[in-house]
């Protein structure tokens, strides 16, 4: 099976503390996602987002500047490997530029997953607050 790799960026007008905080609490990343996100916020610790649909496990953390994490939802066939997903948080004048790198995407799910980075998860940070 090939696998695939998606980077995207993308600019927000927050500090890098606020992004990174957001994405690793369960009450600001529910606001995120829309949808219930349960997070333990430390390497080795389990998140789920969506009702248990998405899933997988913090790998790396340096606060405010990557957060490492595999990324799997239950759509994956047993024989797929979990996907790797990095966030890199860039200080910038205005704020933070947000690097997106996942890797391992199944051939058959990389649009899917370019899409929810693209048409939901980017234009979502408007409405939190992270993004003008």
Known sequence: ?????????TDLFVKPELVWDTWMDSARHSLLAQAPAVIDPRVGGQYS???GSVFGEFVYL??????????????????????????????????TRLRVT??????????????AWTRYYFPRMTTIGLKV
């Open 1 to 9: 099976m090939k696998l695939h790799t998606i980077e995207l960026t």
């Open 49 to 51: 987002l969506w009702g």
């Open 62 to 95: 340096d606060r405010p500047r990557v957060i490492a994490q595999t990324w799997r939802t239950v759509d994956f066939t047993p024989e797929m490997p979990d996907t790797r997903l990095e966030l890199a948080f860039e200080e910038r004048v205005n704020g």
């Open 102 to 115: 996942h890797g391992h995407i199944p051939g058959p799910m990389v649009r899917l997953f370019r899409d």
